[in-house]
């Protein structure tokens, strides 16, 4: 449960804003943007935006048109040499993610995928992932061009990390009853969008603080973590697998007061 604590003004105020750029940015999807567009559409003043976009050029996770001088581009892709950046650019995990992955992906033999999310609009977005050599996934991935859009990001309800993500946002609020099964079951699975794939994901919790709600305190969810799997090879191999996001999940957890969030426990 998150309570409210006395808080530097600015802080939390700077957090919303760099949440509202990027929310924009990814709601309006490929091509740069004019500076304009996102003004009006974030709500902000101009200088803010200015401010936010040069800060996330900085951090690497969006990029100025050279072609359209005054446009700005999100530069996150679902497939890269190099994504852990990502992670510094979003205030949400840290850096040594990228290692959690790379185990996860060792002891699974399968793509091992991270999610952020915004709410503005509630969108989930991939912020790094690990799939090794010689994976069919990217073979794959670059024969269905459209694919690599839907799992750059997708509305919360689109797939599995999306819908675990949502089923434990606010433990208070009604939800429907396939939110509750998720919740209580503690993964979700769905399809992806690369044909003969499948989402395996668990959620990822950490303290507010880390998502910039210096506001706040206790623990919510942080965002999710995936295996990107062939579907025949899901259902034996699930509990293995859900054991692994788990583990990786817990090790991904930030620590509070010296311990991490006792919301995980193995399945049986």
């Not at 965002?223 to 692994?244: F, K, M």
């Amino acid at each position: 449960m998150l309570t409210t604590r006395t808080h530097e003004p600015s802080q939390p105020r700077r957090a919303e804003h760099l949440y509202r750029v990027l929310a924009t940015l990814a709601s309006l999807g490929r091509g740069p943007h004019s500076l304009k567009t996102l003004t009006r559409h974030t709500g902000l003043d101009h200088p803010t935006v200015r401010e936010q976009l040069a800060a996330m050029v900085e951090a690497g996770l969006c990029t100025a048109s050279t072609a359209l001088p005054g446009h700005y581009e999100l530069a996150m892709r679902v497939v890269g040499t190099e994504s852990t950046w990502l992670l510094h650019a979003l205030p949400t995990i840290e850096a040594h993610t990228h290692d959690q992955l790379r185990a996860l992906h060792q002891a699974t033999g399968q793509v091992a995928l991270l999610h952020s999310h915004t709410l503005l609009p509630p969108v989930r977005i991939c912020v790094d992932h690990y799939c090794g050599e010689g994976n069919d996934f990217l073979q794959q991935l670059a024969a269905h061009p459209t694919a690599d859009t839907h799992l750059r990001q997708a509305p919360l309800g689109a797939d599995a990390p999306g819908l675990v993500i949502h089923a434990h946002l606010d433990p208070a609020a009604p939800q429907a009853a396939s939110l509750q099964r998720i919740r209580t079951a503690g993964y979700a699975i769905s399809e992806a969008a690369l044909p003969g794939w499948s989402l395996l994901s668990v959620p990822v919790h950490a303290g507010p603080a880390s998502l910039g709600l210096w506001e706040l305190t206790g623990t919510g969810v942080a965002g999710a973590v995936s295996l990107a799997v062939p579907t025949p090879d899901l259902d034996p191999n699930r509990i293995p697998w859900l054991n692994e996001l788990q583990r990786a999940a817990l090790e991904l957890a930030t620590v509070q007061d010296g311990h991490q969030a006792p919301y995980l426990g193995r399945v049986a």
